[in-house]
Nanobody, 129 residues
């Protein structure tokens, strides 16, 4: 069982940047992927980005492509989401999550909320106009 703790959210102006962090502890998968999801009030939780822990390969939702960068620090067991050029529509609670990773499966198939085993409590990101 993996415990995940997100941090780094806050209130920013449109065009600003934020870097979210997700620290993992406890049991982890030998091969796993860590992802960021977000959920706005009254909406479904949606995929943002995913990274393979072993390879570092990444995949992004169209919403953040070109603006967001997911990365990991192996020594710190931490995944980051660098968010640049933030827009009001980026406002949401951002969650990190963990699921098993398979080398034969493209990261384009790591977008489903249902496939992730562990979740953090989320960190609020609010982008004002």
């Amino acid at each position: 069982q993996v415990q995940l703790v997100e941090s780094g959210g806050g209130l920013v102006q449109a065009g600003d940047s934020l870097r979210l962090s997700c620290a993992a502890s406890g049991r982890t998968f030998s091969n796993y992927a860590m992802a960021w999801f977000r959920q706005a009030p009254g909406k479904e939780r949606e995929f943002v980005a995913v990274i393979s822990w072993s390879s570092g390969n990444t995949y992004y939702a169209d919403s953040g492509k070109g603006r967001f960068t997911i990365s990991r620090d192996n020594a710190k067991n931490t995944v980051y989401l660098q968010m640049n050029s933030l827009k009001p529509e980026d406002t949401a609670v951002y969650y990190c999550a963990v699921r098993p990773a398979y080398y034969s499966l493209s990261l384009t198939y790591y977008r489903s909320v249902r496939d992730y085993d562990s979740w953090g409590q989320g960190t609020q990101v609010t982008v004002s106009s």
